[in-house]
């Protein structure tokens, strides 16, 4: 007789309950319907009193255009590009800060986390003029780099015109992205923090590791999955911001969210809009979708 083999029971599915099913109606018309506009005005033919469907069906043009012509790639290239270079700077200086937030008392946490809070209550125009303040040629910043031979540094490596010029320039952009959505890296990165068990650390010390290790392979290793939420909450609304890049970017670096502006209320290009703008949610929603499937084992 074979050796009987007992197979491990599948793991169940886990439904909804049923007070869930509610809000997940009420998603549908709130959120896909929106998007299926948005789809839709993409492929319709602009007229005079607005999109509508052509009688030959769907029009590509727009979808053409963003395939060929150039300025498009470069916006597209340029609102991943400084994305990603916002989302790095505010993970290097977040994570220092979330760390002593997460390491300090009760009382000194909770007055360092006011302070993170509350620039997210300001208006983002409001923060965006600040800035435009203090970087322009005879603002604070613009002197202190000016005097202290950082702005020469900056103007060699190309990311201001001049030493004393720091406004309108990647650099101005990317101080004022960093500056403005650092708090949505912070925030999560602080409750991973917290969580983590000192005690770990003090094992991992007693062990032999070194600082450096302790910190690296034990601190980061178990704070990636707030490393991944700050990422997330910074990089998607970087590609698509609108106001940073028209008060603090460059005239000659077109970024998406600009364009979709200037083609939706200059050009009266809604089709072209709306097609921008599927393209930017299928930039940011394929990357999360392929996260979440590999986080989710496959499944």
């Known amino acids: 007789m074979p050796a009987s083999v007992s197979v491990p029971p599948a793991a169940p599915r886990h439904r909804p309950p049923a007070a869930a099913w509610p809000p997940l109606v009420l998603w549908v018309p709130t959120l896909l319907l929106p998007l299926a506009a948005v789809v839709w005005v993409s492929l319709a033919a602009m007229g005079p009193a607005g999109p509508s469907w052509p009688a030959d069906g769907p029009q590509m043009d727009a979808w053409r255009a963003l395939a060929i012509e150039p300025i498009y790639r470069r916006g597209l290239g340029s609102s991943v590009a400084y994305a990603a270079a916002a989302t790095l700077l505010c993970l290097a200086v977040g994570f220092p800060f979330a760390n002593a937030v997460a390491s300090a008392t009760p009382r000194r946490r909770a007055a360092l986390m006011v302070l993170v809070i509350v620039p997210l209550c300001l208006p983002l125009l409001v923060r965006a003029l600040a800035w435009q303040w203090l970087l322009a040629d005879g603002g604070t910043v613009a002197v202190v780099a000016r005097r202290s031979g950082v702005g020469a540094a900056l103007a060699a490596a190309g990311l201001v015109p001049a030493p004393g010029r720091l406004l309108n320039s990647p650099f101005s952009l990317l101080i004022g992205l960093t500056a ?116 989710g084992g496959g499944r």
Do not use: H
């Not at 650092?182 to 923090?193: D, G, W």
């Not at 983590?196 to 007693?206: H, S």
């Open 180 to 295: 403005s959505y650092l708090p949505l890296m912070v925030l999560p990165l602080v409750l991973s923090l917290a969580r983590i068990d000192r005690r770990l650390l003090d094992a991992a010390a007693d062990l032999g590791a070194r600082p450096w290790a302790s910190f690296w392979f034990v601190k980061v290793a178990l704070a990636r999955q707030g490393i991944g939420a700050g990422c997330t909450l910074v990089f998607v609304p970087c590609v698509g911001e609108v106001v940073l890049p028209t008060l603090l970017g460059s005239p000659g670096t077109p970024m998406l969210g600009r364009l979709i502006w200037d083609e939706l209320y200059s050009n009266l290009d809604w089709p072209m809009a709306a097609t921008l703008t599927v393209a930017l949610g299928a930039l940011v929603a394929l990357p999360l979708l392929a996260a979440s499937r590999r986080r």
